[in-house]
C-alpha cells in the first residue's frame, strides 16, 4: 500500500500563483479562481491516481498556506480583522490591506517554506469552521476518489503559536482539541474515514508539556471513530512515537530518511496495533531514490508488512511537479533526478519489490532505469571531478593570516571612510524595464554586447545616484542576478538549474533552487566584470557582492550522495576562488552574503553545534585568500540571530550588516550583551515598505545604534537589499539616511 503524505498545490505551470495574482489585482474574480483552484485539485488527484497510489489527501490544497487555513478553521483570527469575511479576511491576514497589516510568517521547521503564525492570548477564543475541508473531500468524491483529511494537528497549531500576552498557547489545548472533535466528528458525518493531522511539532528537541498535550489530545481524539494518522517529518520524533502508541489511533507516520528513529522506536510500533507510514522516499530532494537499498531497508524493519505504507518522508510541497517540462537538463543528469511525479512512480515501485509482486513491463522499465542510474551516479565525471576532492583535502588556507583588531586599522587608514560609513547592501530596484533585458538575452533575443552595454549602462547610473546621495561605499547593484542563488549556481561546474523546477515558498511566490549534483568549482570568474567596471567609474570604494557557501547550500537542492560537509567546503573554495579574483582586480571590499546562515540549523540540539563548526569554516575558508587590507563583508538577514552570536563572531568578518529595524531593534542587545567587537552595520530601516523612513526616525535609530555600539565600529545602512523598491523610494530613503549620519556625524566631532 502507498501513501502520499501531501502533495504541491501551486500547479505544475504555476497556474495557481498567477490566478492569485490576478484575483488580487481584481482581474479575475472569486470565482475564477476557484475554477483554476478546482482544476488543479482534480489534476492532482490523478497524477495520484494514475500513479496508483492508495491514500491520497484532500485539503492539503490551500489558496495561501494551510497554517492560514486552520486558522480560519479554528476561526480563532484576530480581532484586528474581525470587521472582514471570507477571503476577504483571509487574504488580509495573508497580504494586509488598507487598513489591516498581515500576520508575520516563519518558516516550515527547517524548509524554505513559510508559514503564518498565529497570535493567541488568555482571551482568544475557538470555534469550528470546516467548509473548506469537507467542499474539498466532496470534489474528490465527486472525481471518484475517497481522500484521506489533512489537518494540521492541535499540538502543531498550539506550539507554533505566537503568545500576544504572556499567556501560554497550549493552555487553550481542552477547548482546542473539542473542535477538534467536533471536526472529526462533522467529517465522520460526511463519509471521511481517515484523517491525517500533522505534527510536525513532535521533532522539535522534546518539551514535557507538548508531550502532555500530545497524550491528552491524541488519548481523546483517537476515541473517535475515524482512522486518525499522526504525521511527524524532518527528524526523528522517538519521544513521541513512545506516547503516541498508547493512544488508540490508527497510524504513525514517521520520516525514514532525515533522522532515523532509534531501534526502540520501530519496534513499539511494530508490537503496537498501529501503522506505520513509512517515509523513505526523500520528500523534500530531488535526487531518485536507490530503489533496492529502499525495498531492503524496508524488509529490515520490525513491521509486519500488512501494517506498513510506503511514502514520502513529508508532504510533497517542498519539491518542484514533474521532470516532464526538463527540456535543457543533460538527460544523464535528469536520469538522476526525481521530482514529485517521478517520487509517486517510486513509491509503488518500492511497495510492490518490498511485498515480492510482480512488476509490469512499464514499471519493470523504470526500475532497471532506476538501477542503471544509480550505478551511472556512483562513478560519473560528471559528478565525481578528482581534482577538486584533492584540492579540498590539500587546502591549507582555512583563515586569513591576521587578527581582526589588527587588519581593521589597517583598513580605515587604507579605505579611509568617515566616521559612521554609510553604505547599502548591494541590489538595487529591479525594474520591468530590467527584468525584459535579462529575460531577451536568456531567450537568446539580445546579443551579448548589447546585454552587457545594457547592465553597464544601469550601473553607471547607480553609481551616479549613489554619488549623488552621498553614500561612502558604493555598489555596483547586482543588475545583472535575477537571484542571489541561482546567479551564481548557473555558473558553477557541478550544479544545475531547472527550467520549470518551482517550488512555493510563500503564498504566490516560487523559489527554483539550483541542483548541486557534482563536485563544485568554478570554471571561471563570476562578477568580476561587474564590479570592476562599476570601480572604474569612481573613486570611493564599490563592494565586491558574493552569496557565501553555506547560503548557497542552504537554498539549493543539495546532493544526497556525499557527506555536506565536503560540499559546503567544495562550494567554499570556488567562492574563494572569486574573492581571490577580486581582490586582484583591485577591489578592497568585499561582502560575502549569508542570509540564510540560520536556515540550516538543525532542529535537533545534539546536530547544532557540528553543523555551526562546519558553516563558520566554510565562511572562513571562502574569505581566507583576503589580504588583511581586503575588508570582507558578510550580510544576514531575518531569522533570530540572538543565540548564535559566538558563531557570528567565529566567522571573523570585519563587517557584519544586519537586519535590525524590521524586528524592532530586538537584536541589539544581542550584540551588545556579547560586546561584539568588530565593526557593525545595523540596519536603520526596513526596506519591505514602500514608505520612506524620514531623516528623524533614522536620526533616532542612529542614536540608538550608539547606545550600544561604539561610533568607530558603526556602519549606517538599511536592513537589506533594495532590489524589491522604486528608484523613488531609494533615493528619497538614502538621502535622509545620508543627511541623517551627517548631523550625527558632526555633533560627535564637536564633543
Ligand atoms: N546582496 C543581496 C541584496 O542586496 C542580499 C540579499 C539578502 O540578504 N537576501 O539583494
Ligand atoms: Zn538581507
Known amino acids: 500500500m502507498t501513501y502520499v503524505i501531501g502533495y504541491p498545490r501551486i500547479g505544475e505551470q504555476r497556474e495557481l500563483k498567477f490566478a492569485l495574482e490576478s484575483f488580487w489585482q481584481k482581474r479575475i474574480d472569486e470565482e475564477e479562481l476557484e475554477r483554476v483552484a478546482r482544476r488543479l485539485k482534480k489534476r492532482h488527484w490523478d497524477y495520484q491516481r494514475q500513479a496508483g497510489i492508495d491514500y491520497i489527501s484532500s485539503n ?26 471570507g477571503l476577504d479576511r483571509y487574504f488580509a491576514m495573508a497580504r494586509g490591506d488598507r487598513n ?38 466532496k470534489e474528490a468524491l465527486d472525481h471518484g476518489i475517497k481522500t484521506k483529511v489533512n489537518l494540521i494537528g492541535p499540538v502543531t497549531f498550539l506550539s507554533f503559536s505566537r503568545s500576544i500576552d504572556g499567556s501560554d498557547p497550549l493552555d487553550h489545548l481542552d477547548q482546542v482539541v473539542g473542535v477538534y472533535e467536533e471536526a472529526l466528528d462533522r467529517l465522520g458525518e460526511v463519509g471521511v474515514q481517515m484523517v491525517q493531522l500533522d505534527e510536525p511539532a513532535l521533532v522539535l528537541d522534546p518539551d514535557p508539556k507538548r508531550l502532555l498535550a500530545l497524550q491528552k489530545a491524541y488519548q481523546r481524539l483517537g476515541e473517535r471513530d475515524l482512522d486518525l494518522v499522526v504525521a511527524t517529518y524532518f527528524e526523528r520524533a522517538d519521544e513521541a512515537v513512545e506516547i503516541l502508541v498508547d493512544t488508540p489511533i490508527w497510524g504513525i507516520a514517521l520520516d525514514l530518511v532525515h533522522g532515523q528513529p532509534s531501534k526502540e522506536s520501530l519496534q513499539r510500533i511494530a508490537r503496537s496495533d498501529k501503522y506505520l507510514i513509512a517515509g523513505v522516499v526523500d520528500g523534500r530532494n530531488i535526487w531518485i531514490s536507490d530503489i533496492d537499498k529502499k525495498v531492503e531497508y524496508l524488509q529490515n524493519l520490525p513491521q509486519d508488512p500488512k501494517k506498513l505504507l510506503v511514502s514520502p518522508s513529508c508532504s510533497l510541497l517542498h519539491v518542484p511537479y514533474t521532470l516532464r517540462y526538463e527540456e535543457a537538463l543533460d538527460p544523464q543528469i535528469k536520469s538522476w533526478l526525481a521530482f514529485a511525479n517521478e517520487k509517486l512512480d517510486e513509491l509503488r515501485i518500492i511497495d510492490k519489490l518490498y511485498r515480492s509482486h510482480s512488476l509490469n513491463d512499464e514499471d519493470m522499465r523504470l526500475y532497471e532505469a532506476n538501477r542503471v542510474a544509480n550505478e551511472a551516479r556512483k562513478s560519473s565525471t560528471k559528478i565525481h571531478d578528482q581534482a577538486i576532492q584533492e584540492r579540498l583535502k590539500a587546502n591549507s588556507l582555512t583563515e586569513r593570516s591576521m587578527k581582526a583588531e589588527q587588519r581593521l586599522p589597517l583598513q580605515r587608514e587604507l579605505l579611509g571612510y568617515p566616521l559612521l560609513p554609510t ?30 552595454a545594457k547592465i553597464q549602462e544601469l550601473i553607471a547610473q547607480a553609481i551616479q545616484i549613489q554619488e549623488d546621495v552621498g553614500l561612502d561605499v558604493l555598489v555596483h547593484g547586482e543588475f545583472e542576478r535575477n537571484d542571489m542563488v541561482e546567479y551564481f549556481g548557473q555558473m558553477l561546474k557541478g550544479v544545475a538549474i531547472s527550467q520549470n523546477g518551482w517550488v512555493q515558498s510563500y503564498g504566490s511566490r516560487c523559489v527554483k533552487p539550483p541542483m548541486i549534483y557534482g563536485d563544485v568549482s568554478r570554471p571561471r570568474a563570476m562578477s568580476v566584470e561587474w564590479i570592476t567596471y562599476a570601480q572604474s567609474l569612481t573613486s570611493r570604494p564599490v563592494k565586491g557582492m558574493l552569496t557565501g557557501p553555506v547560503t548557497m547550500l542552504n537554498w539549493s537542492f543539495v546532493r544526497d550522495d556525499l557527506d555536506k560537509e565536503q560540499i559546503m567546503k567544495q562550494m567554499a573554495l570556488a567562492v574563494a576562488d572569486e574573492v581571490a579574483d577580486l581582490q586582484r582586480a583591485g577591489i578592497q571590499i568585499i561582502q560575502v552574503d549569508e542570509a540564510a546562515f540560520k536556515e540550516g540549523y538543525p532542529l535537533k540540539k545534539e546536530k547544532r553545534q557540528s553543523y555551526e563548526k562546519m558553516a563558520v569554516e566554510s565562511f572562513k575558508m571562502a574569505v581566507a585568500p583576503a589580504k588583511p587590507t581586503t575588508q570582507i563583508h558578510t550580510h544576514m538577514c531575518y531569522s533570530d540571530f540572538n543565540d548564535i552570536m559566538p558563531a557570528i563572531d567565529a566567522m571573523d568578518a570585519d563587517v557584519i550588516s544586519i537586519e535590525t529595524a524590521r524586528n524592532g531593534n530586538r537584536l541589539l542587545e544581542a550584540f551588545r550583551d556579547y560586546h561584539y567587537q568588530k565593526e557593525v552595520g545595523a540596519g536603520v530601516y526596513d526596506i519591505h515598505s514602500a514608505r520612506v523612513p524620514s531623516k528623524e526616525e533614522i536620526l533616532k535609530q542612529i542614536e540608538d545604534r550608539l547606545s550600544v555600539f561604539s561610533a568607530r565600529l558603526l556602519w549606517i545602512n538599511p536592513d537589506c537589499g533594495l532590489k524589491t523598491r522604486s528608484w523613488e523610494e531609494v533615493i528619497l530613503a538614502l538621502r535622509n539616511m545620508v543627511e541623517a549620519t551627517k548631523d550625527v556625524r558632526s555633533r560627535i566631532i564637536k564633543v
Not at 120 to 132: V, Y
Request: with cysteine; glycine share 6%; proline share 3%.
Open 423 to 452: 553604505t547599502t547592501i548591494g541590489s538595487f530596484p529591479q525594474t520591468q524595464e530590467l527584468r525584459k533585458v535579462r529575460k531577451a538575452y536568456r531567450a537568446g533575443k539580445m546579443s551579448q554586447e548589447r546585454y552587457k
Open 60 to 85: 492539503d490544497f490551500s489558496y495561501y498556506d494551510q497554517m492560514l487555513d486552520t486558522i480560519q478553521m479554528l476561526g480563532c483570527w484576530p480581532k484586528e480583522y474581525g470587521d472582514l469575511v
Open 100 to 137: 489591516h497589516r498581515a500576520l508575520g510568517m516563519t518558516k516550515w521547521l527547517n524548509t524554505n517554506y513559510h508559514y503564518f503564525v498565529p497570535k493567541l492570548g488568555a482571551h482568544s477564543q475557538f470555534s469550528l469552521n470546516l467548509e473548506k475541508a469537507i467542499a474539498e473531500f
